[in-house]
């Protein structure tokens, strides 16, 4: 009986996901939506069978994608089935929202890395040189506007400045690929949430905000990370460019937490819900206060404020 279900899931499952992988290519105005909902159909059936048997319906929709589309979607279909998968084997196993959040991040991160390589080899398409293109165009369009309105010296400062934060851009490429799987397992999730406790009964549902608390290890990684980038100083090295990245990625992870700290404080203080949203608000746009926020967080995981306030009560 089991095993039956799990065929019967496994064949209705797999043709939602060509339904909407299909949608996605052919009525390019709702794929920016319907990429989001890629990875719903493997997350219900991992969510219901674990992920032995949610392999096999990937290997099932990576044959049919292929017969039905073209060889140019099959890195879509490994993104949304490893992230999928991971997201629905944490939501099986019972874990934490976030801990379900973080599985399926390293899910789209494997993903993406792949859809990278494959492009690159099997295509013959190097994304980083694409990007690079695309940023030397777009330098050239801007000085040409530029040189109209401007003297020589100030054309040469301008475009030195945009050719750095351009380099800049390029060198934090593995920052936006963890950036878009952060993203990309968060609205899947969420989506997923609402469509299992709709279809199954049950109850899942992101804690909120102020609950969230991200482990110790990251002020020690954050503070490596601030080192090596006094240490490795050079533009051109593998080192430095792994440093940038690290460093941007763990400054996130602080950020959050102060914003976070913030949400909870104001709950813990009775105080009125507006306060962080405009302080978060603010935050994004004044950099001194953004620094605030980032110092926060480190305080609040370094000497775990939370706890400190929440005995005082």
């Known amino acids: 009986m089991n095993q039956s279900k799990q065929l019967t899931d496994g064949a209705l499952l797999t043709a939602v996901f060509i339904g909407i992988l299909l949608v996605s290519m052919f009525i390019p105005i709702l794929a920016m939506v319907s990429i989001f909902l890629l990875p719903i159909p493997f997350i219900l059936y991992t969510s219901r069978h674990d992920w032995k048997p949610a392999l096999l319906m990937l290997t099932a929709a990576l044959l049919i994608t292929i017969l039905l589309t073209t060889i140019y979607t099959l890195p879509l279909t490994i993104v949304a089935g490893l992230g999928g998968i991971l997201i629905g084997s944490a939501i099986y196993r ?9 599985r399926g991040t390293f899910g789209f991160i494997i993903g993406l890395l792949f859809a990278f390589v494959f492009t690159q080899f099997v295509f013959d398409v190097n994304i980083l040189q694409q990007f690079k293109q ?12 530029i040189e109209q309105f ?5 054309t040469e400062e301008l475009k030195a400045t945009m050719e750095e934060t351009m380099n800049s851009l390029v060198d934090l490429f593995p920052f936006f690929l963890a950036a878009s799987a952060i993203l990309f397992a968060f609205v899947s999730q969420w989506v997923s949430y609402k469509v299992i406790n709709r279809l199954d009964r049950k109850n899942l549902h992101f804690p909120p905000f102020r609950d969230l608390r991200f482990p110790v290890a990251i002020i020690f990684v954050y503070v490596i990370a601030l080192l090596f980038a006094y240490i490795f100083t050079d533009p051109d090295s593998m080192l430095y460019m792994a440093t940038q990245n690290l460093l941007v990625i763990t400054q996130m992870l602080v950020t959050i937490q102060g914003f976070s700290f913030l949400f909870f404080y104001t709950h813990h203080k009775n105080m009125t819900k507006a306060f962080p949203i405009i302080c978060t608000i603010l935050a994004l746009f004044i950099p001194i206060l953004l620094f605030i926020v980032r110092f926060i967080g480190i305080i609040d995981l370094g000497f775990e404020l939370r706890d400190r306030l929440a005995k005082k009560k």
């Open 94 to 102: 019972k874990l934490t929202a976030y801990e379900t959040w973080a």
């Open 150 to 154: 401007a003297t020589d010296e100030q």
């Open 134 to 145: 695309m940023t030397t165009e777009s330098m050239e369009m801007s000085s040409g506007v």
